[in-house]
């Protein structure tokens, strides 16, 4: 018998992809792959699963809290030039602040999904 070991693809499905698009292109600065289905854009990876951002496939607006439960988290290098450079173009849920995993930023995207962003930098 064979388990699920990785990872392999995440999307979160969006209300406006053209505004979620430019929340994660522009602020996040994650570049789409050149080919992306219909209704889609998935963005290019180093490692670790592929992410997407997709048209629903139910209706959200039944949704009391989008993504409640769940945490998405991406690594980044440095979280104070990141703050620096945005602060006036994101919510922030919860600011900068040290975990087990070090430190981390909440943002919230335009749909309201908690997106945390992980310092990976060495110290």
Known sequence: ??????????????????????????????????????????????????????????????????????AVWFGIGDLDAFLEKNREKISIVKDIHPTPFGRILVISDPDGYAITLQETKAD
């Open 1 to 70: 018998m064979s388990n699920p070991t990785q990872l392999s693809f995440v999307s979160l499905q969006v209300t406006d992809l053209e505004a979620s698009g430019k929340f994660y292109t522009e602020i996040l600065d994650f570049k789409p792959v050149l080919k992306s289905p219909p209704d889609a854009i998935v963005f290019e990876q180093k490692n670790g699963a592929a992410f997407a951002i997709r048209k629903p496939m139910i209706e959200l607006s039944k949704a009391n809290l989008l993504g409640w439960g769940v």
